[in-house]
Antibody, heavy 123, light 107 residues
Framework: QVQLVESGGGVVQPGRSLRLSCAASGFTFSSYGMHWVRQAPGKGLEWVAGIWHDGRDTYHADSVKGRFTISRDNSRNTLYLQMNSLRAEDTAVYHC????????????????WGQGTLVTVSS | DIQMTQSPSSLSASVGDRVTISCRASQSISTLLAWYQQKPGKAPKLLIYKASSLESGVPSRFSGSGSGTEFTLTISSLQPDDFATYYCQHYNAYTWTFGQGTKVEIK
C-alpha cells in the first residue's frame, strides 16, 4: 500500500534553515508528481510546492518563493523540502502528497498524503 | 490569483441529516475542483475530483456538483464517521488552492 512518511521537522530559530524529507513506498515514485502542503496550528491547508515526476519542473507558492526549494531523488524514492530564512509564520505541520491519476492538463488533485512533520519557528 | 471561499465555516448536524457545503471560486474554474475530508491529527483524504467524480472506495452518500464558480459537496445521510473538516481545492495551471475549510460537528 502507498506510504508517505515525513521527517526532519523540529524547533528552529527565525532565519535558520531546515530540510524535510518524505520517504515514499508502495507505488512507482518516479512516475508521479509530488507536493508539500502545510497546515498552521488550527488553520487550513496551504499548498507550498510541487515537482514533476522527473524533477524537471518545480512550482512554489508565492509565500515561500525564493526561500524554499522542492526537490526529489527518484533513486531513493524520496521527496525533499529545503527551507531557508525561516519565519514564525512558517510554523506548521508539513505534509507530502502524491499526484493522483485524475489529471487535467498535467495538473492533478492529490490521492495520498503523509501524516506530516511539525516545524516550529521560534526564538 | 483565484480565491476559493467555502461556506459555512462550520455547521452542526445530526446523524442522518443531509449536509451541503458550498465552495465558490473567484473566477470560472470549469470543473477543476476536488474535495477532501480531514479528521483531527490525520492526513486529508480525497473524496471527489473533477467536481463530481467519486474517488474509489468513498461511500456513495458523498457527492459533488457544480461548474464554473459554484460548487457543492453533499452528504446525503450523515454518519458518525463523517464528522470532520472538509476542504475544496482548485487545481490548474500549476497552482493548487484550497478553501478555508468547513467543520462538520455533532449537534
Amino acid at each position: 500500500q502507498v506510504q508517505l512518511v515525513e521527517s526532519g521537522g523540529g524547533v528552529v530559530q527565525p532565519g535558520r534553515s531546515l530540510r524535510l524529507s518524505c520517504a515514499a513506498s508502495g507505488f512507482t515514485f518516479s512516475s508521479y508528481g509530488m507536493h508539500w502542503v502545510r497546515q498552521a496550528p488550527g488553520k487550513g491547508l496551504e499548498w507550498v510546492a510541487g515537482i514533476w515526476h522527473d524533477g524537471r519542473d518545480t512550482y512554489h507558492a508565492d509565500s515561500v518563493k525564493g526561500r524554499f526549494t522542492i526537490s526529489r531523488d527518484n533513486s531513493r524514492n524520496t521527496l525533499y523540502l529545503q527551507m531557508n530564512s525561516l519565519r514564525a509564520e512558517d510554523t506548521a505541520v508539513y505534509h507530502c502528497a502524491k499526484d493522483s491519476r485524475y489529471c487535467t492538463n498535467d495538473v492533478c488533485p492529490f490521492d495520498y498524503w503523509g501524516q506530516g512533520t511539525l516545524v516550529t519557528v521560534s526564538s | 490569483d483565484i480565491q476559493m471561499t467555502q461556506s459555512p465555516s462550520s455547521l452542526s448536524a445530526s446523524v442522518g441529516d443531509r449536509v451541503t457545503i458550498s465552495c465558490r471560486a473567484s473566477q470560472s474554474i470549469s470543473t477543476l475542483l476536488a474535495w477532501y475530508q480531514q479528521k483531527p491529527g490525520k492526513a486529508p483524504k480525497l473524496l471527489i475530483y473533477k467536481a463530481s467524480s467519486l474517488e474509489s472506495g468513498v461511500p456513495s452518500r458523498f457527492s459533488g456538483s457544480g461548474s464554473g464558480t459554484e460548487f457543492t459537496l453533499t452528504i446525503s445521510s450523515l454518519q458518525p464517521d463523517d464528522f470532520a473538516t472538509y476542504y475544496c481545492q482548485h487545481y490548474n495551471a500549476y497552482t493548487w488552492t484550497f478553501g478555508q475549510g468547513t467543520k462538520v460537528e455533532i449537534k
